[in-house]
């Protein structure tokens, strides 16, 4: 079955760009959206945005521009950039498919926690 | 955005209690409702997905209503394992959104 396993740095000074990359086994990227999500210590859920096997894109307009995703099929990764962070950016980072047949979240990393910080 | 609000936002119960917590989204949705478990440390574990269709190896003591607006998760007969965080997620909208969370503890 599809997994999938987040990778990059724990730490990120700030206006630095976070930079995460996940990689997908058991399993084809043709389909499906693959999607970042965060989670900042004891709070919510927040969708940053996904990439389809096509490089389209759709980003939440909270991160205001400085969130860009993308895809290498051939490697069977996608990966996450995300500018001038700040302390708010801080969380835990979640690489997860969205499965357009059902419209879920079906499958997750482990995730990854990043802290921003100088 | 679609914004999903979740009631109560902590909850306290026993072992073999009924519970049921409560999303509401604050535009029709239709039952494009989905419902997930998180247990600390973890990634959430999708549970409910189009409001009311379990996920595979779900246990049927989950069940999941609702349409439009308003949607409710509820556990018959709450186990020890059950106790951990709940979200809502509605999918109707591309630009995802999930509920604030339902923290579920032991009384």
């Known amino acids: 079955q599809v997994q999938l396993r987040e990778s990059g740095p724990g730490l990120v000074k700030p206006s630095e760009t976070l930079s995460l990359t996940c990689t997908v086994s058991?399993?084809?990227?043709?389909?499906?959206?693959w999607t970042w999500i965060r989670q900042p210590p004891g709070k919510g859920l927040e969708w940053c945005g996904y990439v389809y096997n096509t490089g389209t894109t759709n980003y939440n307009p909270s991160l205001k521009g400085r969130v860009s995703i993308s895809v290498d099929t051939s490697k069977n990764q996608f990966s996450l950039k995300l500018s001038s962070v700040t302390s708010a950016d801080t969380a835990v980072y979640y690489c997860?498919?969205?499965?357009?047949?059902?419209?879920?979240?079906?499958?997750w990393g482990q995730g990854t926690l990043v802290g921003v910080s100088s | 955005d679609i914004q999903m609000t979740q009631s109560p936002s902590s909850l306290s119960a026993s072992v073999g209690d009924r519970v049921t917590i409560t999303c509401r989204a604050s535009q029709s949705i239709s039952r494009y409702l989905n419902w997930y478990q998180q247990k600390p440390g973890k990634a959430p574990k999708l549970l409910i997905y189009?409001?009311?269709s379990l996920q595979t190896g779900v246990p049927p003591r989950f069940s999941g209503s609702g349409s439009g607006t308003d949607f409710t998760l509820t556990i018959s007969t709450l186990q020890p394992e059950d106790f951990a965080t709940y979200y809502c997620?509605?999918?109707?909208?591309?630009?995802?959104?999930f509920g604030q969370g339902t923290k579920l503890e032991i009384k």
């Open positions: 997860a498919r969205y499965q357009m047949v059902s419209g879920v979240f079906d499958v």
């Open positions: 058991g399993g084809s990227m043709t389909v499906d959206h």
């Open positions: 997620q509605q999918s109707y909208d591309t630009l995802y959104t």
């Open positions: 189009s409001t009311s």
